[in-house]
């Protein structure tokens, strides 16, 4: 994490690189929420290389009793078992400011079962370097928690996706849509090493999306199917301890009282899953890739069933996560939810249709216009909308309505304003038309539909 920002991520005896702008930053390495650096303060100058090294914060021989408290304190100060400094030996000769880094930081579990064994903890070392440059945005490969380059996946006969390719940012909600049969399901088990794709590569978390890596990228993601998948005949409690103990995660109540308190469920702990509602149910789905503070979480249809104060939870809650820096990505029905809730979109129909942000999608498949509405309809709109310099086309919406093609709504306007009443036209409104993500979603699925047709 660069100023509080979670800027990349590296994995054992992987290197990544991390743009920064010249002047002063704040650096810390984190791996769980047990396991982070202290924040070290850096001056980052063009053209230099900033070198850290990350490596256990006492070098004094193992002795049992000292770890193990060391081990139990670090569950209440979270900064005990990382150092990071400045290391000597990083060099200055770049030209442009870059960054990467090399993680081998333990889970506390894996930690104990290190000093019990007698291992040296100091064989857990961190080196980075890190360089400036011009900070990438979210949604760039520079800093990137996805990156799917010409996936395919083909079921026999069937493709359920093809040469799909897009980038995620971290800290990014990143919106998936798509009819029933796209792929955006398969698409999520594929990302999740659930399935392997036919072609094409992906990095996820910074790794390598192939079969030797599955364990160590589900270790960084959780994914909430659309059905949660609870023990009915289990409490609320019983299903995330039962979970926390698959994920490897001991003595973790506290852990399973957060994430309950962030899904608003914690005077339900003790309730069966069985007596819960649909919408409850999800919520505990929720709290359940919450458990193992996941760097990427693959949401499929999250508000599924759930009435509209239980989705505003919902909605809370990713935006809450989105603001710590998890990446979020959410394949949804509910358009409205999506321009909502997500920085970017992407449409797929087996192809991948257009990836954007919101605005920059309907800038592209729509002209801009204005909507007028007048007391009374127009004798000759043609011939009066024509001397109109700034109106390009027109198109009647009903009695007394128009919409007019325009290229820049804020000149044109005052200008339509002026024409119609000095015309003597009683004007009740005008202004920009505004299209949504459904007016997009429809406009690219028509197409799709059309070019169908024989």
């Known amino acids: 994490m660069i100023d509080g920002s979670v800027v990349g991520s590296i994995s054992n005896e992987r290197t990544v690189e991390i743009p920064v702008e010249p002047g002063s930053h704040a650096l810390r390495v984190e791996s769980t929420r047990y ?58 000769s770049h030209g442009v400011m870059s960054a990467s ?33 011009v900070p990438a945005r979210p949604g760039t490969k520079a800093q990137s928690a996805l990156v799917v380059s010409d996936l395919t996946k083909r079921f026999g006969d069937r493709t359920a996706f093809s040469d799909v390719s897009f980038d995620v940012g971290y800290g990014e909600v990143f919106g998936f849509l798509g009819p029933n049969g796209a792929g955006k399901t398969t698409m999520v088990r594929t990302l999740g090493t659930l399935i392997t794709p036919t072609s094409g590569s992906a990095t996820v978390a910074g790794i390598p999306l192939s079969a030797e890596n599955g364990v160590e990228i589900r270790q960084r993601i959780a994914i909430m199917p659309e059905s949660p998948g609870l023990y009915l005949r289990l409490t609320v409690t019983e299903n995330l301890e039962y979970f926390a103990g698959l994920y490897g995660l001991h003595h973790a109540e506290t852990r399973i009282s957060d994430a309950l308190g962030a899904v608003n469920l914690g005077d339900r702990a003790s309730d069966l899953c069985g007596a819960l509602s649909k919408g409850l149910r999800q919520r505990v789905g929720l709290a359940r890739t919450l458990l193992s503070d996941p760097a990427i979480m693959f949401l499929d249809e999250p508000t599924s069933g759930l009435d509209p104060v239980a989705s505003l939870e919902v909605h809370n809650l990713i935006i809450g996560l989105r603001q710590q820096g998890v990446t979020i990505f959410l394949t949804t029905h509910r358009l409205d939810e999506a321009e909502k809730l997500c920085d970017r979109v992407a449409i797929l129909n087996t192809t991948l249709r257009t990836v954007g942000r919101t605005a920059e999608l309907r800038e592209q498949l729509f002209k801009r216009s204005l909507v007028v509405n007048v007391l009374a309809p127009l004798s000759d709109p043609d011939q009066f909308f024509a001397r109109v310099p700034t109106v390009e086309d027109w198109r009647s919406d009903g009695p007394g309505s128009y919409v007019l093609t325009v290229s820049d709504p804020k000149v044109a306007a005052p200008e339509v304003t002026r024409s119609l009443v000095a015309a003597g036209v009683d004007v009740l409104s005008i202004g920009e038309a505004k299209h949504s993500l459904e007016d997009v979603y429809l406009e690219l699925i028509a197409e799709d539909v059309g070019a169908r047709q024989p």
Do not use: N
Request: aromatic fraction near 6%.
């Open 35 to 92: 396991l982070l650096s202290p924040e070290v303060s850096f001056e980052a100058i063009a053209g230099q290389v900033v070198g850290f090294s990350c490596h256990p914060r006492s070098g004094s021989p193992i002795i049992f009793t000292r770890w193990l408290i060391w081990l139990l304190a670090s569950l209440v100060k979270h900064d005990l078992w990382i150092g990071l400094q400045l290391d000597d030996a990083s060099s200055a």
């Open 101 to 133: 880094a090399r993680r081998s930081m333990p889970r506390p579990e894996v930690e104990a079962s290190r000093i019990q064994s007698g291992l040296d903890a100091r064989s857990a070392s961190v080196r980075a370097e890190t360089i400036t440059s």
